[in-house]
């Protein structure tokens, strides 16, 4: 584990360096103080690891914006519903309210890169750390590619005065090129021993980030023609699929399977130490050094702006036989308790289902009055319910894991048009083995129900099963609006929040099987209300019924979701236009 004490202690001295380009990154060292040991090179590459993605909830004051916590990454998505309006898609984000544009860890990488040879290390110890550098400068433009496009490359440190300060952006060409030639970097001289506490880059975490960035952006090109790049989107998804041919070659990693589907998988999710087997990078929580996270509290009962899960995508989840649950006749009418039985063992390890239990013993249904669709996410909660409220949270949360590099391997060959039967069997026929599934074969013919409800434009059998599947396996960790942006499908966050199907009001319903009602759906809240029953109300404007007095959940039936292809780039914030006047908004934006 990296040590967190040298974090502190070194972030301290870089002081803080948030927005402005030319301010130095090192308040108290000078380079021949800064880089005149091996520790110091650690010391100073370590503060890189703060640009990771932690498990932070989102609060009041970052709600509704495009801030990447880990936990609540899937906010913006297609298969969750939230409790809080997203102005992205609503209305009334602008370039005043943006955020993102901020350079100051670009600032310390490119100090580093322009002063660390001349430590006197040896060669081999000092590209070790060059190249975690530059795994870093290859994640920060990663992220800014992915939210604004165009973005202006800047390889050097600049100091007050220097024109380039003021320049424009340059070309999405340029900047993803050199984004590939610094993961390559990363990849040929970070050591490649594997890291059994997940929390050090490594050469074999630079590949896998490799893959993901390599199939975000020939996916993108394919799928975004106005750019005039579809011509080499193949090569980047070859880079993409031979990355992760590499990790999967090695035989470093595997899929976590201890026979037990019915656990096998969550327990990546909530175990203290890192399941290294599987789990490459992790923000790595831990009850000695009293490091917490309140991920278990963000989806707990107490939890405000949780995300939860909508039966759209519900739905899509195999039965246990590999069939589809869409192939069931009814399968729209099934109540909860029935339709959450004989289905891949990843769900409900994801969401709470009839059976869960705390660790007190005591039976857990899904709480519609956090989880307003009835599908209530458990994938990080510890089961202890003293997590719930207490913020101490011990479980470390998966960054990059082997499962997706298995998908971008598929993926990227399926999108290529050249996935054959055996890369089937060792990425997604391996997936659903550990979900338990039993028939794991890919599947004759398109899934209607995908088609229609998800992918209208996808014709191809492993591409949609490997986008069904991606959704499920990752589902909540952060990766969806990514997703939807490379496949140029966000179209579909527009779609309505539904939630489970309820026969009739006034009723009181058993969620989970444990001889208790949970909840009734009413037009009112009774006067003599059933302890332990939470009293839905469908109000016919924010929450209604599909059909009038019973069917499908609907939540937040009366908003307006748009998402109109311009917001496939997020706004340059307003004052950085004011500043730099050689910037352009993003078309459909707003200007100063």
């Known amino acids: 584990m990296r040590h967190l004490t040298f974090i502190i ?62 936990i609540s990454g899937d906010i913006m998505s297609d298969v969750t519903a939230w409790s809080q309006n997203l102005p992205y898609l609503t209305g009334g984000y602008t370039s005043k309210v ?50 604004f496009g165009n973005v202006p490359w800047y390889g050097k440190v600049l100091t007050s005065g220097d024109s380039l300060l003021y320049k424009k952006a340059d070309p999405r060409t340029l900047v993803m090129d050199s984004v590939l030639a610094d993961i390559n970097g990363a990849v040929q001289t970070i050591s490649d021993k594997k890291d059994n506490s997940a929390s050090n880059i490594t050469k074999w975490v630079a590949l896998a980030l490799k893959s993901r960035i390599c199939l975000f952006e020939g996916t993108f090109r394919k799928y975004h023609p106005e750019l005039g790049l579809a011509a080499s989107a193949n090569a980047w998804l070859k880079d993409a699929a031979d990355a992760a041919a590499e990790i999967m070659n090695s035989n470093l990693y595997s899929l976590v399977s201890s026979n037990n589907p019915a656990k096998d998988y969550r327990s990546l999710f909530i175990s203290e130490n890192p399941v290294s087997a599987e789990v490459m990078l992790a923000a ?51 109540r909860f308790s029935g339709e959450v039985k004989g289905r891949d063992a990843r769900l409900a390890q994801t969401i709470r289902t009839p059976g869960y239990k705390r660790t007190d013993g005591s039976a857990a249904a899904p709480y519609l009055g956090a989880a307003y669709t009835g599908y209530q996410i458990l994938k990080f909660s510890i089961d202890d319910k003293a997590y719930d409220l207490n913020g101490q949270g011990y479980n470390s949360i998966p960054i990059i894991r082997y499962a997706e590099v298995l998908l971008n391997y598929a993926e990227a060959k399926a999108e290529a048009g050249d996935l054959t039967g055996g890369d089937w069997n060792k990425t997604i026929a391996l997936l659903r083995q550990r979900a ?19 992918y209208t434009d996808i014709n191809s059998v492993p591409v949609m099963e490997i986008r069904r599947e991606r959704a499920i396996e990752l ?35 058993d969620l989970n099987e444990d001889g208790k009602a949970d909840v009734s759906f009413v037009a009112a809240n009774p006067a003599n209300p059933v302890a332990g029953v939470y009293y839905f109300v469908i109000d016919n404007k924010t929450t209604k019924l599909s059909l009038g007095d019973h069917g499908r959940i609907l939540w937040q039936a009366n908003m307006v979701r748009q998402f109109d292809d311009y917001k496939y780039f997020a706004p340059i914030p307003y004052n950085e236009l004011l500043i730099n006047p050689n910037l352009q908004q993003n078309a459909g934006w707003d200007h100063p």
């Not at 520790?39 to 609060?59: C, D, E, G, H, R």
């Open 284 to 334: 790595v929580y831990n009850n000695n050094l009293k490091k917490w996270n309140n991920v278990t509290g963000f989806f707990s009962d107490y939890g405000q702006y949780q995300p939860v899960l909508i039966k759209r995508f519900m739905n899509t989840y195999l039965n246990i036989d590999g069939t589809p649950f869409t192939d069931k006749p009814g399968f729209d009418t099934i």
């Open 436 to 454: 338990g599934i039993t028939n794991t074969a890919m599947p004759a013919t398109v899934d209607g129900y995908l088609k229609d409800n998800f």
């Open 98 to 147: 943006a955020q993102g544009w901020d350079w100051g860890n670009l600032r310390n990488i490119n100090y580093f890169l322009e002063h660390y040879r001349a430590a006197p290390v040896p060669d081999a110890r000092k590209e070790h750390f060059g190249g975690i550098a530059r795994f870093f400068r290859a994640w920060f433009y990663f992220d800014k590619v992915k939210r």
């Open 9 to 70: 202690a070194f972030c301290f001295l870089l002081g803080a360096c948030k927005k402005v380009l030319d301010k130095n990154p090192v308040d108290s060292l000078t380079p021949s103080q800064a880089f005149s040991s091996e520790q110091n090179l650690q010391l100073y590459v370590n503060s890189f690891y703060q640009m990771l993605p932690n498990a932070l909830k989102i609060t009041g004051a970052n709600a509704g914006t495009l801030e990447d916590y880990y």
């Open 475 to 509: 589902v909540a960790e952060g990766f969806r609006y990514d997703d939807l942006k490379r496949w140029k499908a966000a179209k579909l966050l527009e779609k309505e929040k539904d939630g489970m199907y309820v026969p009739e009001m006034n009723k009181l319903y």
